[in-house]
């Protein structure tokens, strides 16, 4: 029989609880789960996944950037947008680049 070890460490409560859980949907317990993730260390001589930050993707605006804005009122840019379409309804498209020009 392999003599065994304990390993003591640190870690937030509520991480440990969530790996717990999705260690259990997977048949697995925790000490399992550290036994399998030293193994792969083990045979790769290398961490068994990428170790990355996530990264943020920011939308492409096309030329937008800096020209939209948010609203600390919900219904303000609904209350805008009826307002754009009355005038276009009323002038047409005219009407509309008017207001448009007006917002930006």
């Not at 605006?61 to 609904?78: L, Q």
Request: glycine residues 6%; aromatic residues 6%.
């Amino acid at each position: 029989m392999v003599a065994t070890t304990n390993i003591n460490i640190r870690t937030d409560g509520e991480l440990k609880a969530k790996a717990q859980s999705v260690l259990a949907d997977l048949g697995l317990d925790m000490s399992t789960a550290i036994n399998v993730f030293l193994t792969q260390i083990v045979y790769r001589k290398a961490i068994p996944f990428d170790i990355a930050k996530p990264v943020r993707k920011q939308a492409k605006m096309g030329g937008w950037e800096g020209k939209i804005t948010m609203s600390d009122d919900f219904n303000e840019p609904m209350e805008e947008f009826k307002e754009d379409s009355q005038a276009i309804n009323r002038k047409g498209r005219k009407g509309f680049a008017k207001n448009a020009k007006r917002v930006l």
